[in-house]
């Protein structure tokens, strides 16, 4: 059973514009989220996360909403540019679980049109 | 400062052979990590080491074996591969946990036939 979902496997996006991309989860156990974004031929780089104790977290053109009660979380890229063209994983750390481990979505692939 | 580096970047084994994927980390990370990435799959944790001395089972471990050699690398061994290990494996490394940032390898893509 996936525990984090993302449920969009591709998304295109004109330049300029904004981004949304989308992650449901399961887990109640769940208490800190976050997004990487992955080059092809690459390893995943970290991009932003957010804490179960907040709302929003903010890093320049990337912010992340957290929706606790309808256990959803969302990356917005504004504005969006063709260099953010890459796969974009959702990932889940379980409190319950030890703090080593985090739980990942199947990533939603994002292009940027110019 | 590499961060993390991989060997080999690809693999072709067959069925039953074995070998080992080495990983390194120069940012005096406590804590490393290997996933694999199946097409169309999210990121699963194989094993991971909390610290130096350390090694603990993650989501699919079976037919895996790790080994924390010092606090710099962590080895992935596969006794006795099999077409279902065909997969990229990361290794990536933290400073202690999953509420710090990982810093992911490039991957080793291997390819059991």
Redesign the interface.
Known sequence: DQQVKQNSPSLSVQEGRISILNCDYTNSMFDYFLWYKKYPAEGPTFLISISSIKDKNEDGRFTVFLNKSAKHLSLHIVPSQPGDSAVYFCAARDSGAGSYQLTFGKGTKLSVIP | NAG?TQTPKFQVLKTGQSMTLQCAQDMNHN?M?WYRQDP??????IY?S?SEGTT?K??VPNGYNVSRLNKREFSLRLESAAPSQTSVY?C?SSEQ???Y???????TRLTVT
Not at chain 2, 40 to 45: A, I, Q, S, T, V
Not at chain 2, 101 to 107: A, H, V
């Open positions: 993390v804590s990590y169309g799959m999210g990121l699963r944790l991971y909390a603990d993650g989501e990361f990536a946990g999953a509420l940032e990982q810093y992911f390898g490039p991957g």
